[in-house]
């Protein structure tokens, strides 16, 4: 039987903490792409029957809201909740078989794997994904034993996942403003058997006083933008212990020197860049 949803697409280059919270009050379901430009994508999706543009431009108005420019295209599918958002083709990166909820049983590999359910999208096969888990997994395989670890803007939790997988004597700390992403981490953590090792709570950064409690952290891991990145900074360096390590991705090419900047300016050493397509990662090292 089909069913139909509409899809409202906002491109953002900077949004705000209203905007996304009226997106999350309004739609059924919400994701967020990060695109090669360094911009994003915000995404709503509305059951057929329940949405009108005029409605939601009534409700944005009302919250005084001012909406970015955005684009509705009608979904058809028997199920477009699986087809179209939390639907991904497994994938093998490093140490690590990424498959989706949608998949019952997990792939046929000798990775570690790791069932995430995506229905927020969170870039759980993004590229810049693919470089932090990279970069994770080098250093582990270096011999690095981090006992407490920070997962800043967690999202699905994926970070998270493969870190508690590698050290399972680690304990991970993840936040993330939004509180869906929060739910979509623990849920995560539960259905890959890493629960003990991982708490998850909403925060704006590093602002939250529930950090300092396992400040320092041995390796902060924060795949969000380069603007937060650059702002958090100082914040990281003062919750990063000495001789730990930083995974910092979610920016490009041309971004790339002023994040590393703003974390060397700290007292921080670039170790190492990882290039996929047009995104970058950094491993930074506090010494």
Known sequence: MESKCWQVIFRVS?????????????????AVNYLDSGDEEYVGYANYNNFSEQNMLSQASLKKIELPPYRIIELKSENWLK????????????????????QEHPPHTD??????????????????????????????????????????????????????????????????IDDEAVVVTLSNAQNNGVSSQIEAFVGDGYTDSR????????????????????EFAPHLAGHLAQGGYAVLSGFVDNQV???????????????????????RAALLQKE
Not at 14 to 21: K, L, V, W
Not at 23 to 29: G, Y
Not at 83 to 102: L, M, Q, T, W
Not at 156 to 165: E, F, H, R, T
């Open 83 to 102: 087809d179209y958002v939390i639907k991904f083709d497994a994938f093998e990166v490093a140490d690590f078989c990424i498959y989706g909820a949608h």
């Open 257 to 279: 020197e002023e994040v590393v900047k703003a974390h060397t300016s700290q007292g921080l050493k670039l170790k190492k860049i990882y290039k996929i397509d047009n995104w």
């Open 111 to 176: 990775k570690i794997c790791l069932q995430i359910y995506a229905a927020t999208a969170f870039g759980s096969n993004h590229q810049t994904t693919r470089a932090c888990i990279t970069a994770i997994s080098e250093l582990y395989h270096q011999g690095f034993l981090p006992k407490s670890i920070l997962d800043m803007g967690c999202g699905s939790g994926i970070l998270s996942l493969c870190a508690a997988k590698l050290w399972p004597n680690g304990k991970i700390v993840g936040v993330d």
């Open 14 to 30: 900077d949004a705000q903490t209203e905007f996304m919270d009226f997106l999350d009050d309004f739609f059924d379901v919400t």
């Open 211 to 230: 950090l300092n409690k396992k400040t320092p952290y041995d390796l902060i891991l924060s795949n969000i933008l380069a603007n937060p990145l650059k």
